[in-house]
C-alpha cells in the first residue's frame, strides 16, 4: 500500500507530460497544412491589389487554371530563385504593357478585372525596383 501511494504522483507526473507533449504536437499537424487564405507576400498594398483583382484567379495555388498557375504562380514566388523571379517580374511587365495579360478573353467575361493604365504601370514601375533589388542580392 505504501508503495502504490508513492507511485501515484509519479504516475500522473508521466501521464501529464506524455499528454502536455503529444497534444499539442497532433493539433499542430491537424491545423498546418492550409495557412493559405490571403497570400503572405511582401509586396506593396497597391500592388497586391491589382494583383489580386487581376491575375490570382489564374497564378495562385487555388485557381483552377493549371496551365496559368504551372507557368507563374504567386502561391510560391517565395520559393522561386531570384533569378526566376527577375525573369517572371520582366514577364509580367511585358505582358500587361501588351495586353496578353489578363487573358483577353477573361477580361471581357469579367470586365471588372481589367486594368487602366496606372496599373499597368504601377505594376511595371514595381517589376523594375523589384528586379532591381534582387539583382543587387
Ligand atoms: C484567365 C486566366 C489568367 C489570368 C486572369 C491571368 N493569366 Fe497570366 N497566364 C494564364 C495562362 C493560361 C498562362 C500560360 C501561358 C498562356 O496560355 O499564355 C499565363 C501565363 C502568364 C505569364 C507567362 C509566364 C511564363 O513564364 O511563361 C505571365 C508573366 C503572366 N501570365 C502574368 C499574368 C499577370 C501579371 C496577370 C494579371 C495582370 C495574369 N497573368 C492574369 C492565365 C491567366
Redesign the pocket.
Known amino acids: 500500500m505504501k508503495k502504490i501511494l508513492w507511485l501515484t504522483p509519479v504516475i500522473v507526473a508521466m501521464i501529464t507530460v506524455a499528454v502536455a507533449t503529444n497534444l499539442p504536437v497532433k493539433t499542430n499537424n491537424q491545423n498546418s497544412p492550409t495557412p493559405q487564405e490571403g497570400l503572405n507576400l511582401d509586396f506593396p498594398e497597391d500592388v497586391m491589389a491589382v494583383?489580386e483583382r487581376?491575375?490570382f484567379?489564374?497564378?495562385t495555388n487555388e485557381s483552377s487554371?493549371f496551365?496559368?498557375k504551372s507557368?507563374?504562380n504567386f502561391s510560391k514566388w517565395d520559393e522561386y530563385k531570384s533569378s526566376k523571379k527577375i525573369?517572371?517580374l520582366d514577364?509580367?511587365c511585358e505582358?500587361?504593357k501588351d495586353g496578353?495579360?489578363?487573358?483577353k478573353k477573361?477580361v471581357k467575361k469579367h470586365p471588372d478585372?481589367s486594368?487602366s493604365h496606372e496599373d499597368i504601370d504601377l505594376?511595371c514601375n514595381w517589376a523594375a525596383d523589384e528586379s532591381k533589388k534582387l539583382m543587387g542580392e
Not at 496578353?100 to 487573358?103: A, I, N, Q, V
Open positions: 494583383l487581376s491575375c484567379d489564374c497564378h487554371n496551365k496559368g507557368k507563374l525573369g517572371k514577364a509580367i505582358d500587361v496578353s495579360m489578363p487573358k477573361y478585372k486594368m505594376i
